[in-house]
């Protein structure tokens, strides 16, 4: 069972991976994937082969494949607790868990009140939901698609803020960093003279660093 937890399309993993070219006669493998339905319980997430044609072997193999494709996605979810350190991978981020140092990899999620700091190097951390926050974002980190009452926080260097909707706030930002995509009732606050912000973000500018 190949996946990886960065990519996320059949033409990206045939190509990491190497695969050989299937055929209608001697198809080499099936292509399976997981849409996530509660985000923070794997048990739940749609299950689909995306072929048109099952190959003659398939019947021998789905049950295993589909279970270990739900552990591998359960093993991805962090909903309590703390955790110190993520240094690659993909993950989603829920409940009251916290996360303290995000060095590398892919945050995929993060919703409830669980909260994400030391986000830098070239992190991603993306749709930013409900009241969880994510702060001191650093370097050359990124983070998209934030909405409901997320909070986005001191963001410094060359990081990058984009997709803020619905009542989100970003505030805190200094150095070069950006801030655009800005939309609905979003707020952006505190930022230095250096920051560069599209129209988006300034139309909902509401306060300047002093």
């Known amino acids: 069972m190949l ?3 960065i990519l996320d ?3 990206g993993l045939v190509t990491y991976f190497k695969l050989p070219d299937t055929n209608a ?3 080499h493998f099936a292509k399976v994937e ?3 339905v509660d985000w923070l319980d794997a048990a739940t997430w749609q299950w689909r082969v995306d072929e048109a044609v099952l190959p003659i072997w398939w019947d021998d193999v789905k049950d295993r494949a589909e279970s270990t494709l739900r552990a591998r996605a359960a093993a991805m979810i962090l909903k309590d607790g703390e955790h110190q350190l993520i240094v690659d991978g993909c993950w989603i981020v829920g409940g009251t ?3 303290r140092d995000v060095r590398s990899g892919w945050i995929r999620r993060v919703q409830d009140s669980a909260q994400v700091s030391g986000v830098r190097d070239s992190a991603r951390v993306s749709g930013v939901r409900d009241s969880a926050r994510v702060s001191d974002v650093r370097d050359l980190a990124q983070v998209s698609d934030v909405r409901d009452l997320a909070q986005v926080s001191d963001v ?3 990081a990058q803020v984009s997709g803020v909707r619905g009542s989100a706030w970003v505030s805190g930002v200094r150095g070069s960093a950006r801030v655009s995509d800005v939309w609905g009732s979003a707020r952006v606050s ?3 003279p250096n920051v560069i912000l ?3 973000a300034k139309a909902h500018l509401i306060a300047v660093a002093p």
Do not use: E
Request: proline share 12%; hydrophobic share 30%.
């Open 3 to 5: 996946s990886h937890p």
């Open 9 to 11: 399309s059949h033409s």
């Open 25 to 27: 006669h001697i198809p």
């Open 34 to 36: 997981l849409t996530p």
């Open 97 to 99: 868990a916290q996360i």
């Open 156 to 158: 410094w260097g060359s």
């Open 190 to 192: 505190d930022v230095g």
């Open 198 to 200: 599209d129209a988006s």
